[in-house]
């Protein structure tokens, strides 16, 4: 008798074991719980938390897909997105960065510095990476550049005065660039001993430039036509009015010599200078990333709606982010 009673006893020791360390055992599976549902793909707490931890060395190595990184709560989470995003479009392009591509790319990398493969392996440890996920690293920027090569590329456009504006925006205080216009004046000589309200005039100019049509208190106004002229060509008073302004602007109305002066700029542009030439290339490069980010934020906006995208970030919460 007491050794069936010895074996129920086992028995119910063993139940009760498992029913204390079953719920320990899901616990542990859950610790890698789904956070985000991209179609049929999981995004795990466990690969958002290593992307966290390896962002920077990612930045280092990737800049132009990792920018600086923001406290939004779904930033990693919408990068893997993107990542999937841009690989399932240049699928439908008919791409697919296979690992000879990306083998490639590292050895380029490793013969441009100069590196064996224990030098790299070293160096990818002592940034906090290993070597899988440098080589998706660089799977990415294939990926990348092909995408914006084939998709966002064709979308941006740089016009040359885009180019100037903003070295003139860069240069605001630099005093030895230059420029040429083409200006129209407007003259306005109040008969004596009479006060002039200034806003009033100038809401006459402005005026009076699109309709031809003069107010009868303003009659004297005139209009002079000065055509194209070189910035050597007009004083130090004129010059440090005109500065500030771009083309299709009215600058307000100035009192000199018994005569309120106020100028169009029909056309303002820069002397290429050697210190423009120079800058040129940045600039535009400058301008087709700000550009380039803006369609690419709205492809992604676009893109997310035709996806089943879920989030479960509410239960979750990622260490010190």
Do not use: C
Request: no cysteine; hydrophobic share 35%; glycine share 4%.
């Amino acid at each position: 008798m007491s050794k069936p009673n010895y074996f129920f006893k086992f028995f119910i020791f063993s139940a009760i074991s498992i029913s204390i360390l079953l719920p320990l055992k899901s616990k542990a599976v859950l610790l890698d719980k789904t956070i985000a549902i991209f179609n049929d793909q999981i995004i795990t707490k466990s690969m958002v938390e290593r992307l966290r931890n390896t962002y920077e060395t990612r930045r280092f190595l990737a800049g132009h897909i990792y920018k600086e990184a923001t406290s939004e709560s779904n930033f990693y989470i919408n990068l893997i997105i993107k990542r999937f995003l841009i690989r399932d479009k240049l699928k439908k392009f008919g791409i697919e960065i296979g690992d000879r591509a990306v083998e490639e790319r590292i050895n380029m990398i490793r013969n441009n510095f100069k590196l064996n493969q224990e030098q790299m392996l070293a160096f990818l440890s002592s940034k906090g990476i290993s070597f899988k996920e440098y080589f998706e690293v660089m799977r990415e920027g294939i990926e990348y550049q092909q995408f914006f090569l084939k998709h966002i590329n064709p979308l941006v456009n740089v016009s040359e005065q885009e180019i100037k504006n903003l070295f003139i925006k860069k240069q605001s205080t630099n005093k030895t660039i230059s420029f040429n216009y083409y200006l129209i004046r407007y003259s306005f000589q109040p008969k004596k001993n009479t006060s002039v309200n200034k806003k009033k005039l100038f809401e006459v100019i402005k005026k009076y430039h699109t309709t031809g049509i003069v107010p009868s208190d303003f009659s004297t106004l005139e209009k002079i036509d000065h055509g194209n002229l070189s910035e050597e060509d007009l004083n130090k008073k004129i010059k440090s009015t005109l500065k500030p302004l771009g083309e299709g602007e009215f600058s307000f109305p100035y009192y000199d010599n018994e005569t309120f002066t106020s100028f169009f700029i029909k056309e303002k542009n820069l002397k290429e200078s050697e210190s423009y030439k120079r800058s040129k290339n940045i600039l535009k490069q400058e301008l087709i990333d700000k550009k380039s980010q803006k369609v690419l934020g709205a492809w992604i906006k676009r893109e997310k709606s035709q996806y089943h995208i879920k989030y479960f970030l509410k239960p979750i919460k990622i260490k010190n982010q």
